[in-house]
């Protein structure tokens, strides 16, 4: 199985955070099925993206598997007590 990585920055087109070091931020790692949404070689099947050690705490990612694309999805917000 081939993966590809996209860590040269933050996966928040938001954030302009360059990826340094693997003890900062979040690694996210997605299956995909179709490499050619992304303009992969086809023997790839998995996608490697990173936030950033701020958007992390604030974001999650998610693929979506139709348009190939990663999105940025909001946390829920964690009561204090």
Same mark, same amino acid.
Not at 23 to 51: A, C, D, N, Y
């Given at each position: 199985m081939q993966t590809t990585m996209s860590l040269e920055k933050c996966a928040n087109e938001k954030c302009s955070a360059v990826f340094t070091s693997l003890g900062e931020g979040k690694f996210f790692v997605f299956s995909i099925s179709e490499p050619t949404i992304w303009s992969l070689p086809k023997g790839m099947r998995?996608?490697? #993206?990173? #936030?950033c050690d701020v958007c992390h705490k604030m974001f999650s990612l998610q693929v979506n598997q139709n348009t190939g694309e990663a999105e940025i999805v909001p946390l829920p917000c964690r009561k204090t007590a």
């Amino acid at each position: 199985m081939q993966t590809t990585m996209s860590l040269e920055k933050c996966a928040n087109e938001k954030c302009s955070a360059v990826f340094t070091s693997l003890g900062e931020g979040k690694f996210f790692v997605f299956s995909i099925s179709e490499p050619t949404i992304w303009s992969l070689p086809k023997g790839m099947r998995q996608k490697v #993206l990173w #936030l950033c050690d701020v958007c992390h705490k604030m974001f999650s990612l998610q693929v979506n598997q139709n348009t190939g694309e990663a999105e940025i999805v909001p946390l829920p917000c964690r009561k204090t007590a």
